[in-house]
């Protein structure tokens, strides 16, 4: 399967500031990523479809403007929170669509907003 | 509505058992994908196995086995002689053309192996 890494793994910033989210394929084209977030003890849910070179796709009830998403190239997408606070502290985790329909899964990026 | 179904919230049992993941889907499309993926405590999805909706035949791989049956809409795993190594939330998934085959995951089932 495709090798997928995010960066960073884990991040801890104060209330109001700004943290991105880089998502890479390291060997394999993805014209299409997807954003999950998974808070403790729960199940992953798709915030939003990020496709190379054009906007991203968001889920209801999912701020676009707190939430930014940037697929410049086919092996990078970015997630950026914008003004975090401490409700968006969660699992932030990436996804590419493989051949054939599977998705395949960064590490993770577990933000904590103090 | 929920798309995906995992009733089983924790499963327990001592290592070398086999243990039975349910899965429930509920779906109206005639083209979907079902799934499933394990998260270990390091919270990496590993990818385990994908099956279409006019492919019904069982499958195996190692101690992992799969049986899906369209006339109850389920799609559950059986870990045959469990392992510590086993420990771990398993997600199925499911995904449709209606829906551009996005992913809708079941709530998980957490599976503690014990020695």
């Known amino acids: 399967g495709a090798v997928v890494s995010q960066h960073p793994s884990w991040v801890i910033c104060k209330s109001g500031t700004s943290v991105k989210i880089e998502c890479r394929s390291l060997d394999f084209q993805a014209t299409t990523m997807f954003w999950y977030r998974q808070f403790p003890k729960q199940s992953l849910m798709l915030m939003a479809t990020s496709n190379e070179g054009s906007k991203a796709t968001y889920e209801q009830g999912v701020e676009k403007d707190k939430f930014l998403i940037n697929h410049a190239s086919l092996t990078l997408s970015t997630l950026t929170v914008t003004s975090a606070h401490p409700e968006d502290s969660s699992f932030y985790i990436c996804?590419?669509?493989?051949?054939?329909?599977?998705?395949?899964f960064g590490p993770g990026t577990r933000l904590t907003v103090l | 509505a929920q798309k995906v179904t995992q009733a089983q919230t924790e499963i327990s049992v001592v290592e070398k058992e086999d243990v039975t993941l349910d899965c429930v889907y509920e779906?109206?499309?005639?083209?979907?994908?079902l799934f499933w993926y394990k998260q270990p405590p390091s919270g990496e999805l590993v990818f385990l196995i994908r099956r279409n909706s006019f492919d019904e035949q069982n499958e195996i791989s190692g101690r992992y086995s799969w049986n899906f049956q369209k006339s109850t809409s389920s799609f559950n795993f059986t870990i045959t002689a469990s392992q510590v190594v086993d420990s771990a939330v398993y997600f199925c998934?499911?995904?449709?053309?209606?829906?551009?085959?996005?992913?809708?995951f079941g709530a998980g089932t957490t599976v503690t192996v014990r020695a």
């Open positions: 779906t109206r499309d005639t083209t979907y994908y």
């Open positions: 998934a499911l995904s449709e053309a209606r829906d551009d085959y996005k992913l809708s």
């Open positions: 996804g590419l669509a493989g051949d054939y329909n599977e998705q395949f």
